[in-house]
Structures are given as C-alpha cells and as structure tokens.
T-cell receptor
C-alpha cells in the first residue's frame, strides 16, 4: 500500500526562522513528488514539483529535495513570514500523470 | 490563461439525495482529476479523466461517477449521499499525462464544500 506521511502535524515558529517540513513515502517507485500549500477552506496551490530523476527544485525562498532511497522529501522555506502560515501538503505521483497520494499535511503558524 | 474553476462553491444536501459538481479545466489541459478532502485530512483520489475516458480510479464506490466533455470540463456525480460524503471536493487539471518537465503538475480549483445532513 502506498502511504505518505507528514510529521509533525502542526508547527509554530517565530517570524524569520527557517521552516523545514518533512514528507516520507513507502514506495520508492515514485514518479514525482509535489508540494502544495492550502489556506483554510481553500483549494491547493502548487509550490514545487520534483521529477523522480531530480534531487531538488527551487523557487524563491522555497527549496524541495527528494531522496528516493530513503523515501523522503523535505521542503525548506527560508526566512519565514506570517504570510507563510498555511497547511503544506506533499503528494506522491505514481504512474505517469496518474493519481496523487497525499500526506495528511503540516499546519504551519508563523508568529510575528 | 484562466485557472481551474469549480461550481458551486457550497452545497447542502440531505442523506439519500444525488449531487452533481462541475469543474472547468485550465486552458490547454485535457486531464481532470477529482479528489475528496475530509476535514483535517489530505485529499483522497477519486478518479481521473483523460480525453473523455476514465484513466484511473481510487477506492470509491460506484455511486461516485464522472464525465468529461469534449471541451475537457468535467462533472462528478454522487448518488445516494451519505453523511460521510461531507467534504471538500477538489478538481485538478493537468496537461497530457507523462509529458514531464512540469506537464504532470496538477493545478487545483478552489473546491466545492459539500455538507450532507
């Protein structure tokens, strides 16, 4: 069974601190790994997608790494801001373009 | 370029009723996926449509059905609603599966909040 786990479920940090969000998956035959942001009651915003052949992706203050051998992906958010407060979800892509298997998310609060 | 849109935004139904949710895919995308997100959980894959054909299905009963139209918009139909069907229903569109280089990125709509009483 393909499973995706995100620990911790919630995280609170002071503004300016770097955020490290973890995602683990059980099946190393991964096609891609996608990180999303979700604001309360809203849809998902795609942040970064890492193909299985890649080790990391970067966009602005965000950097995501992928280690298939250990079944882990990490999302780094540098110099956190209150506007970064949201739930962050990782999702494992299986077969090409097919379903995403999501973790339960990490709820982040950045305190001013 | 328009994003993914969904309608309605909110919906309240009673147990046993039927519901239809709608999704318009992002311009240039021909693949639509539907997900169910219960409160406090990650989304669960329901099914995907590619060029009007079902292209994968998750662990949902047959009372969850779908359609994709020639313009790539899609519908999710749920019959015989149960209380546990209360959730946020998300639609996502993407380009041709397997294109790589971002072609697999799924772009989500704002969702439809369904409440079953």
């Amino acid at each position: 069974k393909q499973e995706v786990t995100q620990i911790p479920a919630a995280l609170s940090v002071p503004e300016g601190e770097n955020l490290v969000l973890n995602c683990s998956f059980t099946d190393s035959a991964i096609y891609n790994l996608q990180w999303f942001r979700q604001d309360p009651g809203k849809g998902l915003t795609s942040l970064l997608l890492i193909q299985s052949s890649q080790r990391e992706q970067t966009s602005g203050r965000l950097n995501a790494s992928l280690d298939k051998s250990s079944g882990r992906s990490t999302l780094y958010i540098a110099a956190s801001q209150p506007g970064d407060s949201a739930t962050y979800l990782c999702a494992r892509g299986g077969a090409a373009g097919n379903k995403l298997t999501f973790g339960g998310g990490t709820r982040v609060l950045v305190k001013p | 370029e328009t994003g993914v849109t969904q309608s309605p935004t909110h919906l309240i139904k009673t147990r046993g009723q039927q519901v239809t949710l709608r999704c318009s895919s992002q311009s240039g995308h021909n693949t639509v996926s539907w997900y169910q997100q219960a409160l406090g959980q990650g989304p669960q894959f329901i099914f995907q449509y590619y060029r009007e054909e079902e292209n994968g299905r998750g662990n949902f009963p047959p009372r969850f059905s779908g359609l994709q139209f020639p313009n790539y918009s899609s519908e999710l139909n749920v019959n015989a609603l149960e209380l546990d069907d209360s959730a946020l229903y998300l639609c996502a569109s993407s380009a041709v599966p397997g294109q790589g280089k971002g072609g697999d990125t799924q772009y989500f709509g704002p969702g439809t909040r369904l409440t079953v009483l």
